[in-house]
């Protein structure tokens, strides 16, 4: 019964995705972008065309001649085999062929991306450092820590929400506040070494100055590996360390280790001086919220298939992924970069060296009603350099780089102990008449507010009560680990508390990472890029994807840019459905951040499960709701942040390169003129940007048309498609691997049992039951949508994971 629903789910998938894929297949735009639509609605899907399982093969693939297959490398997508830009053209990679009916690169370097620079003769550099340098640039850095006005951010206001997204445990924001201090020293010292020996830029971005901090203080945090003590431990460790069983890479991929990047940064010095000049003419870069204020303006373009609980589910994936964090002052308070009421920025003598605010024109549409010329913006904090030596600021990512349901546990033993009840395997949670929530927090400043019932909850990850509806999938997550933890109990009910939570903590992170690869990033990226990038989850067996070359670490391309794709399928209002459908309430989202008091009222749970299932997602595209573009974090005040502009300035902050660099890096054309885009698009470009040399890679990605049968464009389903290639490849305890790999592998009949599992029954199962009694079967498809079909929680047919296969 249970297998026959899970074909019925995929049927409703394909078919669904085969209807637009087909679609697009006859259309005669061939452009890469979207036309500006602003004032056009999306038609109606077409609701006639016949459904078929069958997928067709790619149109190209019966013409293509086949290529000789790779010997002794791997075929990959070429965005996997950067080094090829910095080849010369007789050196390129050969062609071959990949899933799909799509060619890759036979290529020599894999997925090392960055760290893959051929040998190159090195100027002639000191080897060490001189103690005058170093002394130097400690100065430097105590002049910068010190001499700067220390304005607190106050709370309640937008800029202290904005403070509290890169918020973790008190201790770890601590402990962050030393590292990225020593890692600021350190790129200090490294512009001051590179001013001196005038090395080149292009040595800094390629990490070819081997020159070490060794024996120097500022090896204080350059630590060799952890030995790993149990490396064949069934259960992955809680901060991620050890999953790469080699000794030298047991930090891949854990929290606090840096970001990876697909190309070099574009740091004006190489180092951490953000960018800001066009490469036409060296003139400033147009400022961030100029650009969004331009391009990207809110139009209501609802998606015609998905709901939003792709955008919600996204977020909490983009949070088990990646949190970065924000320089701060020196008793952890955050850095304010404008004068009261953002009237403008500090003067350069009182501002602090992360400071980069972005600046608000007079004649601002919105912001000039308020006298508001400034924004605050401070910079990412850094880590170390890995290897000791002299280099570029790395960001840092402050949980768990794999797919590990780590919003829900925590990136550190610390953080887990803290959520657990240590009773029968179960997270705490608070009872509240009845139904569980998460529980309060202890953390005063967690929420604007302390009055009783609208203080803030806690979990897993700092970022929960940021919106209602993160909240609501955050409580999901740990009901679903307290479901699981009663069932193992009741099944083997002398296990004890450990064994219970590991074991229930290993099936919902299975269970995570299967609606993610089966479910979710297939509706993202698309049918086609899920198999070139060889992400399909398998029917049945083990899969066999694992290399133990690949670093799973997150890259800035993915969190600064492409994965933020999710801010534009945002909806500024959440319209919440009754029972019968009928709207109750329309909420506007400011309200509802760092504001979870609805969460207490009886039905609201189920209430806004029901709403985002029903309600459709916003399209990703070059709109954004003004929800986030004018009232982030409002709180009381009348105005808030610009989330799009933050996302621009922050590209810029982690230096990013532009759009047309990754164009290059897929192997695509660069762009030389704004002609190219559709005249409306092409003209609002030309007037922010000089060339399209300097188009931010977020604004770029987003006016891309979405690829067939996905919902981002090409060049963000390329850098998405090759994060979850990491996620997948380079983690040995990714849940289809078999005990050769993977120290604690399902047996094949659990593993056939996970592989039931879908969001829609994990709302069912975690539902109040007040007013949600039944789902789409599909859950991230619109309910209304044809082809899908709502059906009821008790439903035979919904299939569920039978626990009985954990039996011991
Ligand atoms: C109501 C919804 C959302 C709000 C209010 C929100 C807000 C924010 C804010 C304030 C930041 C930090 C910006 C910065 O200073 O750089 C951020 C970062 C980010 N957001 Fe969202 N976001 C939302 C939904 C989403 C969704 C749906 C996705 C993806 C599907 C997403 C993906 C990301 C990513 C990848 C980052 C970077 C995280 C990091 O590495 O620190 N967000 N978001
Ligand atoms: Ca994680």
Redesign the pocket.
């Known amino acids: 019964m249970a297998a026959d629903a899970s074909a019925k789910l995929a049927e409703i998938l394909i078919a669904t995705q085969l209807r637009e894929s087909e679609a697009a297949a006859f259309s005669v735009r061939q452009n890469r972008f979207n036309e500006d639509v602003d004032d056009q609605q999306t038609p109606a899907p077409v609701t006639t065309s016949p459904r078929t399982t069958k997928k067709p093969e790619p149109a190209t693939s019966a013409l293509l001649k086949k290529c000789q297959p790779c010997v002794g490398v791997k075929c990959v997508p070429k965005i996997q085999c950067p080094a090829h830009v910095r080849m010369e053209s007789h050196e390129k990679p050969q062609i071959c062929d990949l899933p799909a009916g799509q060619l890759g690169y036979c290529c020599q370097t894999g997925q090392n991306h960055t760290a893959a620079v051929r040998e190159r003769t090195v100027s002639s550099f000191p080897a060490i450092l001189s103690p005058a340098i170093l002394e130097e640039a400690r100065r430097n850095f105590e002049h910068l820590m010190h001499g700067v006005a220390q304005i607190p951010v106050r709370r309640g206001f937008p800029d202290f929400a ?1 403070g509290l ?2 918020h973790s445990t008190a201790n770890d924001d601590l402990q962050n506040f030393a590292i990225s201090n020593t890692a600021i020293q350190q790129v200090i010292t490294t512009q001051l070494f590179g001013k001196k020996e005038q090395v080149p830029v292009d040595d800094f971005i390629t990490n070819n100055v081997p020159v070490q901090f060794t024996e120097t203080p500022l090896a204080q945090h350059c630590q060799p590996p952890p030995v790993c003590r149990q490396v064949s431990s069934p259960y992955r460790s809680l901060d991620g360390t050890c999953n790469n069983p080699l000794p030298r890479r047991s930090l891949w991929g854990a929290a606090g280790q840096p ?1 990876e990047r697909l190309l070099p940064p574009a740091y004006e010095d190489g180092i951490w001086t953000p960018r800001a000049h066009s490469q036409s003419d060296g003139s400033p870069l147009l400022g961030a919220r100029q650009i969004s204020r331009t391009l990207l303006a809110d139009v209501d373009r609802p998606h015609p298939r998905y709901n939003l609980l792709v ?2 589910f ?2 909490v ?3 088990d ?6 320089v701060r002052l020196e008793d952890g308070s955050l850095v304010q970069c404008c004068s009261p009421q953002g009237k403008a920025p500090l003067s350069p003598q009182e501002s602090h060296f992360a400071c980069m605010p972005i600046m608000v024109e007079p004649d601002d549409e919105f912001f000039s009603a308020f006298g508001v010329r400034c924004l605050n ?1 401070v910079r ?1 904090s850094l880590v170390p350099s890995p290897d000791c030596q002299l280099g570029y600021g790395k960001q840092m ?1 402050k949980v768990t780089h794999f797919v590990d349901a780590s919003p829900v546990y925590g990136s550190s033993e610390e953080a887990s102990r803290g959520l657990r009840s240590f009773r029968g395997g179960r997270l705490r949670m608070l009872n509240d008449f009845g139904r569980d929530l998460l529980p309060l927090t202890n953390d005063k400043t967690a929420c604007p507010s302390e009055e009783a019932g609208k203080s803030c909850f806690n979990s897993g990850d700092g970022r929960t009560n ?2 209602i ?2 909240i609501t999938l955050q409580i999901l997550l740990a009901r679903e680990h307290n479901r699981v933890a009663d069932s193992l109990n009741q099944i083997n009910p002398s296990a004890s508390d450990e064994w219970l939570f590991q074991e229930a903590r290993r099936i919902v992170i299975a269970e995570m990472q299967h609606i993610t690869y089966s479910e979710f990033l297939p509706i993202i990226i698309g049918p086609q890029q899920m198999k070139r990038f060889r992400l399909v989850p398998l029917d049945k067996g083990y899969a066999r994807d694992y290399n133990i070359d690949v670093n799973p670490a ?1 890259t800035n391309e ?3 840019a492409a ?5 534009s ?2 909806d500024g209002k959440f319209h919440i459905r009754q029972e019968q459908g009928h709207i109750d309430e329309v909420v506007n ?1 400011p309200d509802v ?1 760092f504001n979870p008091s609805r969460m207490r009222k009886r039905e609201f749970y189920d209430d806004m499960l029901r709403t985002l299932y029903s309600q459709p997602m916003q399209q990703v595209d070059s709109s954004i709701s003004q ?2 573009s004018r009232f ?2 409002r709180g009381d005040s009348p105005f808030g ?1 610009d ?1 799009a502009a ?2 621009i ?2 590209g810029r ?1 982690q230096g990013l390169r532009s759009y047309n660099d990754y164009l290059e890096l897929m192997g695509a054309a660069k762009l030389h003129s704004f002609q190219q885009f559709p005249s409306e698009i092409g003209q609002k470009l030309a007037s922010v940007y000089r060339t399209p040399d300097d188009i931010d890679l977020w604004v770029g990605g987003l006016l891309e048309k979405a690829v067939d049968g996905g919902v981002v464009g090409v060049t963000f389903a390329e850098i998405i498609g090759d994060q979850f290639a990491r996620f997948k490849q380079g983690d040995r305890y990714y849940y289809e691997y078999d005990e050769t790999i993977n120290p604690g592998a399902f047996t094949p009949a659990q593993l056939q049992e996970l592989r039931k599992v879908t969001l829609a029954r994990l709302i069912c199962d975690n539902s109040d039951r007040l007013t949600l009694h039944e789902v789409p079967l599909a859950a991230f498809v619109r309910a209304d949508h044809p082809g899908n079909q709502i059906i009821g929680c008790d439903d035979p047919n919904l299939p569920a994971v039978n626990l009985n296969a954990w039996r011991t």
């Open positions: 904005h997204v890169f970001m955008m919600q996204g977020q994936l983009a949070h992924v990646t949190q970065s964090s924000s913006f990412l990512s940021q919106i509806s993160l997150i993915f969190s600064g994965y933020r794709m999710g801010h399928s945002v989202i951040m929800g986030l982030l974090f942040l989330l933050i996302n300035q922050r902050d």
